[in-house]
């Protein structure tokens, strides 16, 4: 990658990026078109070429930066505060909202580029992915009180159902054109953590 793209204003290297994610996030690899990333970034194809020196770096760049922007998005000093799951999730997904305002197709590009298979780009992507996920999980809940939940309760399902409403919610509100209102959201957010918690939580923690 030519480190001249560095010098380029904040603001274009992100449209750049997003441009790059929004194609790639919506296409295989393989038709994934480098033209249409360029217009979209409002960039000709040979700057885009001269930055970025093939495809295959352009998409595996794009996907550092995707993943620097989702670790940083969730990973903050504030972590070290919460000891509540729920309240946790709550936290994660208004960071994650936030994220998106800036970085609007990234988790459809994310979401693609973890099921890569059988690409061009999928060796390199998974190495990667492995890398960058080893021991993440674990330092996210490292201060969470699992002692609330009831006997028999499997914190990791609850885990899955909030980050699947998460999705389909985020999803739902941009099919319908609505604007990301975070302060909306959090209120949405907080009532489902309540009714969750009412469900897993022994009662002295609801």
Request: charged content about 30%.
């Amino acid at each position: 990658m030519n480190k001249r793209f560095f010098e380029l204003p904040e603001e274009k290297q992100l449209a750049i990026f997003n441009a790059a994610m929004e194609v790639f996030g919506e296409n295989d690899y393989k038709r994934a078109s480098t033209d249409l990333i360029a217009a979209k970034g409002g960039i000709s194809k040979g700057m885009l070429f001269y930055y970025f020196h093939n495809k295959k770096e352009l998409y595996l760049r794009t996907h550092d930066y995707a993943m620097r922007v989702i670790t940083e998005a969730v990973m903050d000093q504030h972590l070290k505060e919460i000891t509540d799951f729920f309240e946790l999730l709550t936290y994660a997904a208004e960071k994650k909202v936030r994220m998106l305002k800036k970085n609007p197709h990234i988790m459809s590009f994310a979401l693609r580029s973890f099921y890569s298979e059988k690409e061009e780009v999928s060796g390199e992507l998974h190495a990667s992915i492995s890398g960058a996920m080893g021991g993440k999980l674990a330092s996210y809940f490292q201060n969470i009180d699992f002692g609330r939940f009831r006997e028999g309760v499997e914190p990791r399902q609850f885990l899955d159902m909030m980050t699947w409403m998460t999705d389909g919610y985020l999803r739902a509100r941009a099919m319908a054109r609505q604007p990301l209102d975070i302060e909306e959201i959090q209120r949405d957010f907080e009532r489902w953590s309540a009714m969750f918690r009412r469900i897993a939580y022994r009662e002295e923690y609801q």
